[in-house]
């Protein structure tokens, strides 16, 4: 996957900060400081941990689900299963899903971008073979080029 070199994930800190910053921020900024809000957020976090490792689906508004999965190595296809010490243990993963509001507003902006030169979304370029897929495709020009992007 593609992204911009010198970006890190957004933390707790980053979105209070966001969050003291907006425009729409009501609160008194000398009652609600950035450290307040990164505690909250932080134990919203650590909720939302806590919920996924004991199974439950966490729903966050506006954006989608995370939903946790237990799995079981089939074995099917005649491939071989897994040979861990002790066989085969059950495993866990995670699916996350969006909702329909924010899947039309990334493709909006992503054909947006395309259509002003910009080859992915912002801080999520194109890979180098994604790049060589739409200039086959024709979806983008030949002499189109990636900035910031990885060298996959």
Same mark, same amino acid.
């Given at each position: 996957?593609?992204?911009?070199? &010198?970006? *890190?994930?957004?933390?707790?800190?980053? $979105?209070?900060?966001?969050?003291?910053?907006?425009?729409?921020?009501?609160? =008194?900024?000398?009652?609600?400081? %950035?450290?307040?809000?990164?505690?909250?957020?932080? $134990?919203?976090?650590?909720?939302?941990?806590?919920?996924?490792?004991?199974?439950?689906?966490?729903?966050?508004? *506006?954006?989608?689900?995370?939903? /946790?999965?237990? *799995?079981?190595?089939?074995?099917?296809?005649?491939? /071989?299963?897994?040979?861990? =010490?002790?066989?085969? /243990? +059950?495993?866990?993963?995670? *699916?996350?899903?969006?909702?329909?509001?924010?899947?039309?507003?990334?493709?909006? !902006?992503?054909?947006?971008?395309?259509?002003? &030169?910009?080859? &992915?979304?912002?801080?999520?370029?194109?890979?180098?073979?994604?790049?060589?897929?739409?200039? %086959?495709?024709?979806?983008? +020009?030949?002499?189109?080029?990636?900035? !910031? &992007? =990885?060298?996959?």
């Amino acid at each position: 996957m593609a992204r911009v070199k &010198g970006t *890190k994930a957004l933390s707790a800190y980053k $979105m209070a900060k966001r969050i003291f910053n907006r425009e729409d921020n009501i609160y =008194d900024k000398k009652v609600i400081t %950035k450290q307040l809000i990164t505690s909250i957020l932080l $134990m919203y976090m650590d909720e939302c941990r806590k919920a996924l490792a004991e199974g439950e689906r966490i729903e966050i508004s *506006k954006v989608g689900s995370i939903i /946790p999965e237990v *799995k079981v190595h089939e074995g099917n296809f005649n491939l /071989p299963m897994c040979n861990k =010490d002790g066989g085969n /243990p +059950p495993y866990t993963k995670l *699916k996350i899903t969006r909702n329909n509001l924010l899947r039309d507003t990334m493709n909006r !902006n992503l054909l947006s971008n395309i259509e002003s &030169g910009i080859y &992915g979304l912002d801080k999520l370029p194109f890979s180098r073979q994604q790049m060589d897929i739409l200039k %086959k495709s024709g979806y983008i +020009p030949a002499d189109a080029k990636i900035e !910031n &992007g =990885d060298d996959e």
